[in-house]
């Protein structure tokens, strides 16, 4: 098993660390590696949306169940409530007055 998570090290250099319930107890080897300037930037914009994308990818694994400890609960009132905010129906279309033609 092997639980990876990015963190910030503080000026003291002290960190409090909790294991996972399913990391079973006994010896384990804690390994500190330094972020490079790659894992600390942001996806570039031509990356983002590409799954084929290293950076994008990367993202994704480092994102990867950050929702577990707050998830999104009323997500489908929240998206209708968006919604009903738009003053028209079509938000690729700016004027509500003219229809798409395909």
Known sequence: MSVTQTVEIPANHRLTIEVPPEVPA?????TFTPATVREKAAVPLEARG??????F????????????ANPWENCIEDI???????????????DPAKRHRD
């Open 26 to 30: 006994g010896s384990a080897i804690l």
């Open 50 to 55: 590409q799954s084929n994308s290293d950076d």
């Open 57 to 68: 990818r990367h993202a994704l694994r480092r994102a990867y169940g950050a929702w577990v």
């Open 80 to 94: 209708r409530a968006i919604r009903g905010e738009w003053s028209h129906r079509d938000p690729w279309n700016p």
